[in-house]
């Protein structure tokens, strides 16, 4: 029994390893799954941000040249003896093949236009009020500029952004600006060939925030301030990354893939929304997880029907076990119980050093009974004696059992043998006082006979003699007159 228990609670302990290696395994898997889907948009990000940023920079850059070319030709000795449309020609002849590129101007030290590539109605227009103006004013070491976006007046309010350079002085001092438009229509027309999700963005902004372009389009965003969180701030400081975040007006949250453009003061980034990254991933884990539940739970059932088979069988080998050393008339133990019970404890016994003593018992004239009233009732009789039986071996380990027919015995472990004729007595005196009638009895009524056998089991001797010696002193008392107790 021990070790099929054993074998059970590794049956059981395995089982339970299969449901949580499948529930283990439906976890490792998804998280693993998740991971690829993340790494693969943000490469997807990366490449895309990369090949803009790439594409963005020499274009601008081939702006830039064009600016710095007009610088050169304006320290030409001369310059100012040429005129009208030679003049343009002359400065601004680098700037005809640029698509996107507007009109490129030269501003004085007080923002007039004193050159321009085209001709320009309001020849008087002082541009000393503008951003891109007042920074090569105050600083001689910008470089390349770009401004803030803003709708050009010189061409119907077009959307652009101005890119500008310094001009300075032999000196040094501040002589003007040369500044040229690029309409944000290049970069529009960029992302139009790109194909992103509904919720995808890509922003073009500056360093300081300020953003260029958007698409999708809105003209709300266009110069609007992105006010960046500290950790996206970091990721800008190190010019290089990617971020998870809030950062637009529509609250959605996106993964901001982003790179700065090489040698200007842009950066781009494309916003993935997470919810879209995700959501390939997430029809995934609505198919794995039923099905991973569902398996979790057959197994887990089977092992409940396991144990709960295994607890009816053994409820049934119990019953079995009961039935097979339990009297089925009387309740009471059987013969074969008696015989187990007497060899475990003579061996309780001889061990300890304490006596055992034995009742056997017997009903008086029984034959007569059952000639009178006949079997039915002679059970009755069998059922009322084993009754008294069980009422007076009170102690967890005595033990009363039929022994066959209308004889019974009641062992008693550790009792002396004067304690045992009391208990005798107290068996013999309820039956007397029941009342039972049985006209073929002395008296009358039911009595029973009653020898008591006690020994201090030693090495060598058999359990069988103390069976004997009670046999041989229930016949005694048969022999002196019935309804007595006799001991030896």
Same mark, same amino acid.
């Given at each position: 029994?021990?070790? =099929?228990?054993?074998?059970?609670?590794?049956?059981?302990?395995?089982?339970?390893?299969?449901?949580?290696?499948?529930?283990?395994?439906?976890?490792?898997?998804?998280?693993?799954?998740?991971?690829? #889907?993340?790494?693969?948009?943000?490469?997807?990000?990366?490449?895309? #941000?990369?090949?803009?940023?790439?594409?963005?920079?020499?274009?601008?850059?081939?702006?830039?040249?064009?600016?710095?070319?007009?610088?050169?030709?304006?320290?030409?000795?001369?310059?100012?003896?040429?005129?009208?449309?030679?003049? $343009?020609?002359?400065?601004?002849?680098?700037?005809?093949?640029?698509?996107?590129?507007?009109?490129?101007?030269?501003?004085?030290?007080?923002?007039?236009?004193?050159?321009?590539?085209?001709?320009?109605?309001?020849?008087?227009?002082?541009?000393?009020?503008?951003?891109?103006?007042?920074?090569?004013?105050?600083?001689?070491?910008?470089?390349?500029?770009?401004?803030?976006?803003?709708?050009?007046?010189?061409?119907g309010g077009d959307e652009s952004i101005a890119i500008s350079r310094r001009v300075s002085h032999s000196d040094g001092s501040f002589a003007g600006v040369v500044v040229g438009s690029l309409r944000l229509?290049?970069?529009?027309?960029?992302?139009?060939?790109?194909?992103?999700?509904?919720?995808?963005?890509?922003?073009?902004?500056?360093?300081?925030?300020?953003?260029?372009?958007?698409?999708?389009?809105?003209?709300?965003?266009?110069? $609007? +301030?992105?006010?960046?969180?500290?950790?996206?701030?970091?990721?800008?400081?190190?010019?290089?990354?990617?971020?998870?975040? #809030?950062?637009?007006?529509?609250?959605?949250?996106?993964?901001?893939?982003?790179?700065?453009?090489?040698?200007?003061?842009?950066?781009?980034?494309?916003?993935?929304?997470?919810?879209?990254?995700? +959501?390939?991933?997430?029809?995934?884990?609505?198919?794995?997880?039923?099905?991973?539940?569902?398996?979790?739970?057959?197994?887990?059932?089977?092992?409940?029907?396991? $144990?709960?088979?295994?607890?009816?069988?053994?409820?049934?080998?119990?019953?079995?076990?009961?039935?097979?050393?339990?009297?089925?008339?009387?309740?009471?133990?059987?013969?074969?119980?008696?015989?187990?019970?007497?060899? =475990?404890?003579?061996?309780?016994? $001889?061990?300890?050093?304490?006596?055992?003593?034995?009742?056997?018992?017997?009903?008086?004239?029984?034959?007569?009974?059952?000639?009178?009233?006949?079997?039915?009732?002679?059970?009755?009789?069998?059922?009322?004696?084993?009754?008294?039986?069980?009422?007076?071996?009170?102690?967890?380990?005595?033990?009363?059992?039929?022994?066959?027919?209308? +004889?019974?015995?009641?062992?008693?472990?550790?009792?002396?043998?004067?304690?045992?004729?009391?208990?005798?007595?107290?068996?013999?005196?309820?039956?007397?006082?029941?009342?039972?009638?049985?006209?073929?009895?002395?008296?009358?009524?039911?009595?029973?006979?009653?020898?008591?056998?006690?020994?201090?089991?030693?090495?060598?001797?058999?359990?069988?003699?103390?069976?004997?010696?009670?046999?041989?002193?229930?016949?005694?008392?048969?022999?002196?007159?019935?309804?007595?107790?006799?001991?030896?």
């Amino acid at each position: 029994m021990k070790s =099929r228990g054993f074998l059970h609670r590794i049956l059981y302990a395995l089982a339970g390893l299969v449901a949580i290696g499948i529930c283990a395994a439906a976890v490792a898997l998804l998280w693993i799954d998740r991971r690829l #889907t993340w790494e693969a948009a943000y490469t997807a990000g990366h490449n895309v #941000t990369s090949v803009l940023a790439a594409d963005i920079s020499r274009t601008l850059h081939l702006y830039d040249l064009s600016l710095q070319g007009v610088v050169e030709r304006l320290r030409e000795p001369g310059i100012e003896q040429v005129k009208g449309e030679a003049l $343009r020609r002359f400065l601004f002849d680098r700037s005809s093949s640029a698509e996107y590129l507007g009109a490129i101007g030269v501003l004085d030290e007080h923002g007039n236009v004193r050159y321009a590539s085209m001709e320009i109605d309001e020849a008087d227009r002082n541009f000393s009020d503008w951003d891109y103006f007042q920074v090569h004013r105050d600083a001689d070491d910008v470089g390349m500029y770009v401004s803030r976006p803003y709708q050009s007046p010189l061409r119907g309010g077009d959307e652009s952004i101005a890119i500008s350079r310094r001009v300075s002085h032999s000196d040094g001092s501040f002589a003007g600006v040369v500044v040229g438009s690029l309409r944000l229509a290049y970069f529009r027309d960029r992302f139009a060939t790109l194909s992103i999700g509904e919720r995808d963005a890509i922003t073009v902004f500056r360093n300081d925030g300020v953003v260029l372009v958007r698409n999708p389009y809105s003209l709300s965003d266009m110069g $609007r +301030e992105v006010d960046f969180p500290q950790d996206f701030q970091q990721f800008l400081i190190r010019r290089e990354g990617a971020f998870v975040g #809030t950062l637009s007006p529509d609250g959605v949250k996106r993964l901001y893939t982003f790179e700065p453009i090489e040698d200007t003061p842009l950066v781009i980034n494309v916003a993935q929304a997470v919810d879209d990254i995700l +959501e390939p991933w997430v029809r995934r884990v609505a198919l794995v997880v039923p099905v991973t539940l569902a398996l979790f739970l057959s197994v887990i059932a089977q092992i409940v029907l396991f $144990r709960r088979e295994m607890r009816l069988r053994r409820a049934f080998e119990a019953q079995l076990e009961m039935q097979a050393q339990t009297d089925a008339l009387t309740g009471i133990p059987n013969r074969r119980a008696f015989d187990e019970a007497l060899a =475990r404890e003579w061996q309780a016994a $001889r061990r300890d050093g304490h006596p055992l003593s034995l009742l056997f018992l017997d009903a008086d004239r029984f034959k007569r009974y059952n000639d009178r009233y006949g079997h039915q009732e002679g059970d009755e009789l069998l059922k009322t004696l084993a009754a008294i039986l069980k009422k007076n071996a009170r102690r967890p380990r005595d033990l009363a059992a039929r022994y066959g027919g209308e +004889e019974f015995v009641v062992l008693l472990p550790d009792t002396s043998g004067q304690r045992a004729i009391s208990i005798a007595e107290a068996i013999r005196r309820a039956m007397l006082e029941s009342g039972v009638p049985h006209p073929d009895n002395d008296g009358g009524v039911v009595t029973v006979s009653i020898g008591v056998a006690t020994m201090l089991p030693k090495a060598g001797d058999e359990p069988s003699a103390l069976v004997e010696a009670a046999d041989a002193a229930v016949y005694q008392a048969k022999e002196s007159g019935r309804n007595r107790v006799v001991a030896l």
